[in-house]
């Protein structure tokens, strides 16, 4: 059937709409291209078009590791920074999800003075450029030790995820409404057994997009993680930015760079395979 349909699909695309298509794909792949070739050079020169020393060349007369073989020494530090990166991003997922869904039920369902208030304030850290939260956020944490700590950089990052969490789960109550959840109180069902076995269950689509989108950005955060960590926590944003920092794109950095981007393919991948369209009106149950 899916074979049927795309083949369907790509019959009633015209010439222009296929070239189109093919360039925004172009557009979006382009860029990992000369990532993956600089990831394997060891020497890759303007105007060449590719590298005039490749990584496999080298790699038996140095003395220190080069390209893939540093990114994957213990030099690199890419252990504890992926390490740091998913159960910082994990920390922050659950206790965002904690603190969003009693507030997104309240916005969804409820009416009351200052609503309107509460969600522009609740829009304000997407407003704010991220630099000045993260100096005022410095100053505050200095004073209360937290500088240089897990604990804060987890509430560091818990303030611009926060109102995507909230957002995505507020528009997911707004769509489930509430006939449900009085039919199975009008059959006895008690106020947990309607939470537990009604209201989460038709929540779970909405609840595992926002925790995936929550650990995505979780874990693509630097400003916030390069000021308040002061060099202590290091996370692969972190750990990509010292290796950028000189200006240079070398072989480690390239290699780097790709690793970052590994979360994101992978959520995804789960995002794409797991959580359909309808899935948000039937649950994953059918």
């Not at 789960?169 to 006939?179: A, C, I, K, N, P």
Request: proline share 6%; net charge neutral; hydrophobic share 55%.
């Amino acid at each position: 059937m899916k074979k049927a349909n795309d083949t369907s699909l790509n019959e009633r695309l015209s010439p222009f709409q296929k070239f189109y298509l093919i360039i925004v794909v172009g557009f979006i792949l382009g860029p990992f291209i000369p990532l993956i070739i600089q990831s394997f050079a060891f020497r890759w020169a303007w105007p060449d078009l590719l590298p005039s020393t490749w990584w496999l060349e080298q790699r038996e007369k140095s003395m220190f590791p080069l390209a893939w073989d540093y990114v994957l020494s213990p030099y690199s530090n890419l252990w504890e920074a992926t390490v740091n990166t998913v159960v910082i991003g994990l920390v922050v997922t659950f206790i965002c999800l904690a603190i969003s869904l009693p507030a997104a039920k309240v916005l969804a369902r409820d009416q009351f003075r200052g609503k309107n208030a509460f969600e522009f304030f609740l829009s304000l850290p997407l407003i704010v450029p991220e630099a000045a939260i993260g100096i005022a956020l410095l100053m505050i944490f200095i004073h209360l030790g937290l500088a240089g700590t897990y604990v804060g950089i987890v509430i560091a990052h818990l303030i611009p995820t926060i109102p995507y969490m909230v957002r995505m789960l507020t528009s997911v109550y707004q769509g489930l409404g509430r006939d449900f959840e009085e039919q199975a109180m009008i059959l006895g069902a008690s106020p947990l057994q309607v939470l537990r076995l009604v209201t989460l269950p038709m929540l779970l689509p909405g609840v595992v997009a926002g925790a995936l989108f929550t650990f995505l950005v979780s874990t693509n955060i630097f400003l916030l993680t390069f000021f308040l960590g002061q060099g202590k926590v290091i996370t692969l944003p972190t750990l990509l930015f010292s290796k950028i920092s000189s200006g240079t794109l070398d072989a480690s950095a390239a290699g780097l760079a790709l690793i970052v981007t590994v979360p994101g393919i992978i959520l995804l991948i789960i995002s794409e395979r797991f959580i359909k369209e309808e899935a948000f009106g039937k649950g994953f149950g059918n």
